[in-house]
């Protein structure tokens, strides 16, 4: 089934600790999407790739890094946790048509102690 | 700044119809989103709209009014499976999507 794949689902982690959380899309989406979802606030950007090659920073980039080897693979890494980044974070992507519509994996719970 | 307002929480009655109201404003506007999202779960897609009217799609209508920066989501007949929050989105002049907290739309029998 084509979709989007994101691993793990959930994970605590210590703060000071080194994570990547992992995106996989096999829609051949050029644009990709890192947001994070935090309780009572929008869902906020992180770092977006609108082609494999490239990338750009959100609204809330600092503390975390991409890369975009290729179209389907997006990772994000997170250098330092800190408690802050405590969050339910979803990857997206979208296609190139007129919409642009943004379609998201099943998110990662992330708990930083 | 840029700004998406919707109510933070709404009830209905099943077989109901509700309207979930968004205003915005952003730098520049390129289209807007609404999405569903089941607690839990990943937000999904349900409408777009760049064109002042009225989009319609089975149970779901969404209106757009750019002058006034507006926009809303109508459910009708509405069922226990529609309980969800909905997400309402604008595409800003970066072609970047601006999201809103989401309306938590809560069904009652």
């Known amino acids: 089934i084509a979709g989007i794949t994101q691993a793990p689902t959930s994970q605590i982690l210590a703060a000071g600790r080194r994570m990547t959380l992992r995106c996989t899309q096999d829609m051949r989406h050029n644009a990709m999407y890192w947001y994070r979802q935090d309780l009572g606030l929008g869902l906020r950007l992180i770092h977006y790739s609108n082609t494999a090659g490239t990338t750009g920073k959100g609204e809330v980039p600092d503390g975390y890094s991409v890369s975009r080897a290729n179209t389907d693979d997006f990772p994000l890494t997170l250098a330092s946790a800190v408690p802050s980044q405590t969050s339910v974070y979803f990857c997206?992507?979208?296609?190139?048509?007129?919409?642009?519509?943004?379609?998201f994996g099943a998110g990662t719970r992330l708990s930083v102690l | 700044g840029q700004n998406i307002d919707q109510p933070t929480e709404m009830t209905a009655t099943e077989g109901a119809i509700v309207q979930i109201n968004c205003t915005y404003q952003t730098s520049g506007f390129n289209g807007l989103f609404w999405y569903q999202q089941h607690a839990g779960e990943a937000p999904t897609f349900l409408s777009y709209?760049?064109l002042d009217g009225l989009e319609e799609k089975g149970r779901f209508s969404s209106f757009l009014s750019r002058s006034k920066g507006y926009s809303y989501l109508l459910l009708k007949e509405l069922q226990m499976k529609d309980s969800a929050s909905y997400l309402c989105?604008?595409?800003?002049?970066?072609?970047?999507?601006?999201w809103g907290a989401g309306t938590k739309l809560i069904i009652k029998p």
């Open positions: 997206a992507s979208s296609d190139s048509g007129g919409a642009n519509i943004q379609y």
């Open positions: 709209n760049v």
């Open positions: 989105a604008v595409r800003d002049s970066n072609y970047q999507l601006i």
